[in-house]
């Protein structure tokens, strides 16, 4: 989508995007509109965890992901997880699920929730925008979230539009128009109603 951006292809991406120090040098990010926390997708006959809708704040302290995520390790461990490549979730299951853990990347979420239903793996790892979504479709109704969600600073400064580098007067007016729709809590009314969740940064 970038390469298409600044090849004059569309004007703006938007398809949760998160900002990244690598991507804010080739992409002009409006402000955040989305801080979408993360979860573990299992089917419900799963052993490993029950949902737990709480959303864990983590910022960047060992300590504190260490402590939060023990339960999580602990209930994975000699399970296969899968998770799309690219994401800016992959490194954290590669970081801290690795040593516990058989980690599959694929190349979309879509393909591991495919391997899931096969039993080929014992949990994904996505956005809850994601998940929710899945979850909504009639072939998935045997699965679920599981465990906590986790979000915060962990995940970057949010999830934006982008515009070229350039573009500065347009990226200007999609703020203005972001900052309202934040500040009125149209963001919160449509992310509890869509995706369950308040994804409000």
């Known amino acids: 989508m970038i390469a298409g951006l600044n090849a004059g292809k569309y004007d703006v991406i938007m398809d949760a995007i998160v900002i990244t120090p690598d991507r804010k040098k080739v992409v002009n990010f409006t402000v955040p509109y989305a801080s979408t926390p993360a979860t573990f997708i299992t089917t419900k006959?799963?052993?490993l965890m029950p949902a737990d809708h709480n959303i864990i704040k983590l910022h960047d302290d060992e300590k504190e992901i260490n402590t939060a995520i023990a339960p999580l390790k602990a209930a994975l461990k000699g399970k296969t997880i899968g998770i799309a490549s690219g994401t800016v979730y992959t490194p954290f299951i590669d970081k801290y699920f690795k040593d516990v853990a058989d980690v599959r990347e694929y190349t979309s979420s879509a393909d591991a929730i495919l391997d899931l239903q096969a039993g080929r793996i014992d949990a994904v790892f996505d956005d809850v925008t994601f998940a929710q979504s899945m979850l909504a479709r009639k072939e998935n109704s045997n699965l679920t979230f599981s465990g906590p969600q986790l979000g915060g600073p962990i995940w970057g400064e949010g999830?934006?539009?982008?515009?070229?580098?350039?573009?500065?007067?347009?990226k200007a007016k999609l703020d203005e128009a972001i900052k309202g729709a934040l500040a009125d809590g149209t963001v919160k009314k449509l992310s509890e109603k869509w995706f369950k969740t308040d994804v409000t940064p």
């Open 159 to 170: 999830e934006a539009m982008g515009v070229r580098m350039a573009d500065n007067d347009l």
């Open 45 to 47: 006959d799963s052993p």
